[in-house]
């Protein structure tokens, strides 16, 4: 029941929206990916944006997102070794998951993405708040020329276990590019 609901607000949030084979590009936010469908854009303050693609898969949903978190004054995002830069990253990705109940089966993993800039790749699972449905959130996390770059994979935690669910992750996150 949970589920159908969910489907339905999806259906209802994305309106008319149509698939795009098109990358989304960002030169103002520093970054292209390739999105599924029409992307969403929120401003939530001065600071951080979302922008959001989902795709409905049989009766269920994917949802793709990055997001990005300005430098805001008195907290920079600029560090010096990077075991500062994997104590904040770890730190953002704890704070992140106050949008879930139950979280469980975290994986991270500190590394350079393009071998440039500290990232840190991640998996969880948890209940997502207000809807109360269990899913699983895997992606990546990166710091580019004071931004943070939020890149999410989100699904239902019962497609764990589809090659397809895999295979639409690896080509979300691979077609993920910083412009500097």
């Known amino acids: ?13 994305l309106g008319s929206s149509r698939p795009t084979s098109d990358s989304y590009v960002s030169n ?15 401003v939530s303050n001065n600071y951080v944006r979302s922008f959001t693609a989902h ?10 997102q990055v997001q990005v978190l300005d430098e805001q004054p008195g907290y920079p995002l600029e560090y010096d070794t990077e075991k500062e830069y994997e104590t904040f990253l770890k730190g953002f990705l704890a704070s992140s998951q106050f949008n879930y109940d139950h979280t469980k089966n975290l994986h ?13 790749d ?9 809807y109360d449905l269990p899913v699983s959130n895997k992606g990546i996390i990166i710091l580019h020329h004071k931004r943070l770059k939020r890149v999410s994979f989100i699904y239902p935690q019962d497609m764990s276990n589809y090659p397809m669910v895999q295979k639409k992750y690896e080509q979300f996150i691979g077609s993920f590019r910083l412009i500097d």
């Open 1 to 13: 029941m949970v589920r159908v609901l969910f489907s339905v607000l999806v259906i209802l949030a």
């Open 28 to 42: 103002k936010y520093g970054f292209a990916i390739d999105f599924p469908s029409e992307v969403e854009i929120e």
């Open 55 to 64: 795709e409905l898969v049989d009766e269920s949903f994917i949802m793709y």
């Open 108 to 120: 991270r993993r500190i590394s350079l993405f393009k071998n440039k800039y500290y990232s840190l």
């Open 122 to 130: 991640y998996e969880f699972e948890g209940v997502m708040k207000p």
